[in-house]
């Protein structure tokens, strides 16, 4: 079983719609989560990431985080085209040396103009 | 600002050959990651060192090893290439323990004929 289970997609949504992204994990004592988009052949880009129950926005991102169901949530609010991409859950596993990820599969979104 | 810079971009490699990749954290990172990603997969975690000692370790074949130098830069010698090899090899880099966001450069891709 994978430390970080997402729905692979593809999610299509149109533009201005509100994405929401979904993330769950295995290990009760995993602390720290990363959303990182993904664009086709490039490297992931850090979106943001969150740690404390509850929700942390940044600009038309927000992530939700819900301990008790080890649920991980991105919602993207306006989608724009720009942001068609992957998008990687990613864990800090517990006992880890340092801060190394473990991801999820990815959930592919799709924008329509 | 400086982002995590990884050398070469593109590698074509015959199978049984030797390739070494390369890669510069941004400054003042003192932890670097490996990480394989293959074709329609997650990344997949490598090994990661930290103040030039191996920090810990993932899913990596007997046949690569890696390390990091004085100058923080580490690079990955990947031996006896198989075609199974071939994928993006992606670098990333982060400041222990203060801050838990790594940061990726943008991948070396490999190809093995």
Known sequence: ?113 | AAGVIQSPRHLIKEKRETATLKCYPIPRHDTVYWYQQGPGQDPQFLISFYEKMQSDKGSIPDRFSAQQFSDYHSELNMSSLELGDSALYFCASSLFPDQLEAFFGQGTRLTVV
């Open chain 1, 1 to 113: 079983q994978k430390e970080v289970e997402q729905n692979s997609g593809p999610l299509s949504v149109p533009e201005g719609a509100i994405a929401s992204l979904n993330c769950t994990y295995s290990d009760r004592g995993s602390q720290s989560f990363f959303w990182y988009r993904q664009y086709s052949g490039k490297s992931p880009e850090l979106i943001m990431f969150i740690y404390s129950n509850g929700d942390k926005e940044d600009g038309r991102f927000t992530a939700q985080l819900n301990k008790a169901s080890q649920y991980v949530s991105l919602l993207i609010r306006d989608s724009q085209p720009s942001d068609s991409a992957t998008y990687l859950c990613a864990v800090i596993p517990p006992g880890s040396n340092d801060y190394k990820l473990s991801f999820g599969a990815g959930t592919t979104v799709t924008v329509r103009a």
